[in-house]
């Protein structure tokens, strides 16, 4: 079966980075499209951005185009997501999810558990 396991996540003060990673397995990887998305406390869960298989073209949302970057590594089936310039209002809970390039930002074939993210002002 499909696993999407996140991790790299933690607390860091704002201004600082973190690169969360997210290993999968069970899937064809570097065919793949996978995604990131964030799920702050009272808030809906946000699509921030995906990358496609093996020519890692990458698509934000305008909330952290410039901050956040995110990659693969094929041959460790694994999907980073690089973010700098963090602010206090990055703090969430932060997912890799795979699914169809066109559905991905509104809905997800497989998602993992989440990793938190908590910036501190």
């Known amino acids: 079966q499909v696993q999407l396991v996140e991790s790299g996540g933690g607390l860091v003060q704002a201004g600082g980075s973190l690169r969360l990673s997210c290993a999968a397995s069970?899937?064809?990887?570097?065919?793949?499209?996978m995604g990131w998305f964030r799920q702050a406390p009272g808030l809906e869960r946000e699509f921030l951005g995906r990358i496609t298989g093996r020519s890692s073209f990458t698509d934000y949302t305008d909330a952290v185009k410039g901050r956040f970057t995110i990659s693969r590594d094929n041959a460790q089936n694994t999907v980073y997501l690089q973010m700098n310039s963090l602010k206090p209002e990055d703090t969430a809970v932060y997912y890799c999810a795979t699914g169809d390039w066109s559905s991905l930002p509104r809905e997800a074939a497989y998602w993992g558990q989440g990793t938190q993210v908590t910036v501190s002002s």
């Open positions: 069970g899937l064809p990887f570097s065919s793949s499209v």
